[in-house]
């Protein structure tokens, strides 16, 4: 991974870490509830989505007293999408980055409220910044709205369930993942130019570099789903190739999602071209997003 | 039922239930998950959520564009509420006023997602209000938060949950309930009271008189539990008692249930002498919640 990149990653994630903990503390809740929650919200992962927040504001310079608050809203529906999924009426996975599913610990009943918990923790959390107007918080709760519900996210996942009884055409396969993982991530951008203050030709832009990264990264993971090995990926490898799901790979071949897969990381580097310095921490996320081994 | 109150209801029934259809139909989601979501919206059910914020901005004489928003708003949160809470992991109903429950007609997987995405529509209808500031929208999107997630609702269900192992005291008792239903009937107030203009002072009266209402509330379900039929309930009766579950009646008997019951009543009416009209809406909900068969 690029140093630069890295010492970005290093500096924020315990900062990231440290406000979803203190987001998922305060005030009263039923323990068993609690802590249901935070085992999901501490088994971590890349924290891929509030760093994207946090680059889009340093990519501009800009400072906000906010941002770690709405990157970790992000991550919270993220981790409340994560438990959702992994229930045996979903997808019915006993292990999520190498540690056992919520409701293999604390039983379905909980796991189902403790997502619930979560999505609502994460509208809480925009509608109680601190250091930006009410006007801006309240676009950012609508944004997250509509990136993570039946038109985004959540649409996503039925389109998702119910490609898999299907075979998908390619652009089927991207309607899935540009609501199903785009929607979000591209909420994670806009969320980050709207507290950097961006203009609205500079948001049109980082809306395509949005989409074209959620793209790569959804590619990239059916790649690394053929090509890694289950000990890396902390889950079963080859898992979509046992359920005849269709991805990347099954219609294009894996030499044809790699070709793709560059086609959208040199895309979204393009979209960058009215910031000021080549080397921006969004285009290093780009690069990572297409490189990474797990 | 009283008839004042009977005409408030008819007339506004209608209107709130398009104002639900409205929300959940606007822009693309996939059809399987609207029809899910819808499904359990139109259900129905008495809508006394909703009909109370407009109770109150009728008992304060004054108009808003934005209150039927707010109102379904609320409704939409207790339906996601319902569908999670029937899934076989949760309390395991196949049927639900009298029809199928969501999960039993679309599926587990679809039921939670419908239940995810209906939550994410209430956050979005109160971010999308067109005639209240900006203040205002994010203070309610605060105050749907609290009381719905774990220190509100959800956190309600959880100790519900485990009261079902142990037998509850009295205050344990009503903690689950005031957690578990009455918080979101305290949302309905103070939102209806918000819109409406009132000061710090009426908004702390009608938030004694909601925790009353709630209280009531849920007495007169337990009360009814015992001595309705299962045809009045549309769900079998004495299910409570088949479960040895801590309830109103098995902590007090009946006789000291229906004593209890009156004295929130009372106690609700009398917060609301602030109020000029001596039967304002608001107490004649109360006079409904205490005085239903079902």
């Known amino acids: 991974m690029d140093k630069q990149l890295e010492m970005f990653m ?8 440290e406000q979803l903990q203190q987001l998922l503390t305060g005030g009263y809740s039923p323990i068993s509830l609690r802590e249901s929650m935070l085992y999901s919200v501490k088994a971590g992962g890349k924290r891929i989505r509030p760093l994207l927040v946090l680059a889009v504001l340093e990519d501009f ?4 007293a906010d941002a770690l608050k709405v990157a970790s809203a992000v991550e919270l529906i993220h981790t409340y999408s994560l438990i959702h999924d992994d229930l045996p009426c979903m997808d019915d996975d006993d292990y999520r980055r190498g540690q056992l599913t919520n409701h293999k610990v604390f039983g379905e009943a909980t796991a189902v409220l403790a997502g619930d918990a979560l999505q609502t923790a994460a509208f809480n959390a925009l509608a109680s910044l601190e250091n ?8 950012l709760v609508r944004l997250l709205a509509e990136a993570s519900g039946a038109k985004g996210m959540v649409g996503g996942q039925i389109l998702d369930m119910e490609g898999e009884k299907a075979s998908l055409s390619l652009e089927q396969l991207e309607e899935v993942h540009l609501h199903k993982t785009g929607a979000l991530l591209s909420f994670c951008i806009e969320a980050g130019a709207i507290l950097a203050g961006a203009n609205e030709n500079q948001i049109a832009q980082l809306r395509s570099y949005a989409r074209n990264i959620g793209l790569a990264f959804q590619i990239k993971d059916d790649i690394l789903d053929v090509t890694a090995t289950t000990e890396q990926l902390g ?7 046992d359920s005849e799901k269709s991805t990347y790979p099954s219609l294009l071949g894996l030499e044809g999602a790699r070709l793709q897969l560059e086609k959208y990381h040199t895309n979204a580097i393009e979209c960058l071209s009215f910031l000021p310095s080549d080397k921006s921490y969004l285009a290093l996320f780009a690069d990572y997003i297409v490189q990474r081994e797990l």
């Open 132 to 139: 930006t107007s009410a006007e801006k918080a309240l676009a």
């Open 10 to 17: 290093t500096k924020h994630i315990p900062m990231i870490d």
């Open 61 to 64: 310079g800009v400072q906000s």
């Open 235 to 241: 889950k079963p490898a080859n898992s979509d190739t």
